[in-house]
């Protein structure tokens, strides 16, 4: 069985600050690990996913997300927040075929 | 980068009509696509697995009479209403993977989603 937790429903940043979407998982297998966003009344839109490799790894818009194995973890950062990065950003696992969602958590920027 | 696309993005009918919700992958090929239904500020629930030119694979708790898919095609799937109830309006999302790119490591792709109210 494979399952993401995202500890946080919101997360309130400052524009300019970095910020930081906590994310970490369980799966029986090598996790295949992804992050998305969504903008209101919006699909979900690739960010980035980490596969194997560097355990850094660069998405759009800025993004990056930092793979951790012991703490089994895959948290997504940015280094200067933007008005604009406001949005549901949902962490996602898979071991097999089927991915698993996490709840998501609404990240806003405050000016 | 890969497009999927839905049709129609906002519906609304009247109790006990049926309603049908089209997803199409615009530049890819995707013998397995999925339906999600997202209820206001929750994740996704994953409604089923649509693959084409066999029957569709239903999660736990999914009535498959109530919520009838067909994949004709490799770049379109339906998903239809069957007697809309107000319990039935939600945001509906698609999704789709490239099949010629290979499922292992492929993020999906979404459709810009479906918002269903039932009167």
């Known amino acids: 069985a494979q399952s993401v937790a995202q500890p946080e429903d919101q997360v309130n940043v400052a524009e300019g600050n970095p910020l930081t979407v906590k994310c970490t998982y369980s799966?029986?297998?090598?996790?295949?690990l992804f992050w998305y966003v969504q903008y209101p009344n919006r699909g979900l839109q690739f960010l980035l996913k980490?596969?194997?490799?560097?355990?850094l790894v660069k998405g759009s818009y800025g993004f990056e997300a930092e793979f951790n194995k012991s703490q089994t973890s895959f948290h997504l950062k940015k280094p200067s927040a933007l008005v604009s990065d406001s949005a549901l950003y949902f962490c996602?696992?898979?071991?097999?075929?089927?991915?698993?969602f996490g709840r998501g958590t609404s990240l806003i920027v405050h000016p | 980068g890969a497009v999927v696309s839905q049709h129609p993005s906002r519906v609304i009918c009247k109790s006990g009509t049926s309603v049908k919700i089209e997803c199409r992958s615009l530049?890819?090929?995707?013998?397995?696509m999925f339906w999600y239904r997202q209820f206001p500020k929750q994740s996704l629930m994953l409604m089923a697995t649509?693959?084409?030119?066999?029957?569709?694979?239903?999660e736990q708790g999914v009535e498959k009479d109530k919520f009838l898919i067909n994949h004709a095609s490799l770049t379109l799937s339906t998903l239809t209403v069957t007697s809309a109830h107000p319990e039935d309006s939600s945001f509906y999302i698609c999704?789709?993977?490239?099949?010629?790119?290979?499922?292992?490591?492929?993020?999906?792709?979404f459709g810009p989603g479906t918002r269903l109210t039932v009167l």
């Open positions: 799966v029986s297998g090598n996790p295949y």
């Open positions: 649509s693959n084409e030119g066999s029957k569709a694979t239903y």
């Open positions: 530049d890819f090929q995707a013998t397995t």
């Open positions: 996602a696992v898979r071991d097999g075929y089927i991915p698993t």
């Open positions: 980490y596969i194997t490799g560097d355990n």
């Open positions: 999704s789709a993977r490239d099949t010629f790119q290979g499922d292992l490591y492929n993020e999906q792709f």
